[in-house]
């Protein structure tokens, strides 16, 4: 396999892999399913999904099929880089690095949504597009824990630094965690 197919398949299965991880969110965040980009994104990616659905059923708003099936097709990506012979072939090890390769990669794209959800509420509160809507959806439904905890005050909303408090602490404990496995940081999505 020449490198620029290895890149050419990577980068296909890297996508589908942010719109799986799309969908994990919508269902977890339980967001409007009316609206266009929801329903586009869903009807492209979520096929696999379902087959796994009709096994693994969600509890409550987890679906751990969206999940697996965007670890297998990171697995299926480390397969592709066996293949080229960048990395030697042990399956644990894939699987563990793909574990943590969607995990960044969801850890990587709440992380964009909060940014967006803050810069759209100071620069475009009154617009309605679709777009516009599901980022300040979606930022809202990770605020709201920190909301309840400390309110505004005087017109200051502090859930925000909270939030990204929470996610930084995430992102850098499972960056160690993946690069003490050995995962090779240029074939993670997520980094």
Same mark, same amino acid.
């Given at each position: ?26 269902? =977890?965040?339980?967001? #409007?399913?009316?609206?266009? &980009? /929801?329903?586009?994104? @869903?009807? $492209?990616?979520? *096929? ?10 969600? =509890?409550?708003?987890? #679906?751990?099929?969206?999940? &697996? /099936?965007?670890?297998? @097709?990171? $697995?299926?990506? *480390? ?113």
């Amino acid at each position: 396999m020449t490198e620029a197919t290895f890149f050419l398949f990577k980068t296909l299965m890297d996508i589908f892999t942010i719109g799986v991880v799309f969908n994990f969110l919508f269902r =977890l965040l339980k967001v #409007d399913y009316y609206n266009p &980009l /929801v329903q586009g994104i @869903i009807r $492209a990616v979520d *096929f696999p999904s379902q087959l796994i659905r009709t096994v693994i059923k969600p =509890l409550w708003s987890f #679906d751990l099929a969206c999940f &697996l /099936v965007a670890v297998f @097709i990171q $697995a299926g990506a *480390f397969y592709l880089a066996v293949i080229a012979g960048s990395i030697n072939y042990d399956p644990i090890k894939i699987l563990l690095w793909s574990t943590y390769s969607v995990i960044l990669l969801m850890l990587k794209m709440v992380w964009w949504i909060l940014l967006g959800g803050i810069i759209i509420s100071f620069v475009a509160s009154n617009v309605f597009h679709p777009a516009v809507l599901l980022i300040r959806q979606m930022s809202d439904k990770f605020f709201h824990p920190f909301r309840s905890i400390l309110p505004p005050t005087g017109g200051l909303d502090f859930s925000p630094i909270f939030a990204f408090l929470l996610l930084n602490f995430l992102q850098i404990a499972f960056i160690e965690f993946a690069v003490e496995s050995g995962l090779p940081v240029w074939l993670s999505v997520g980094f």
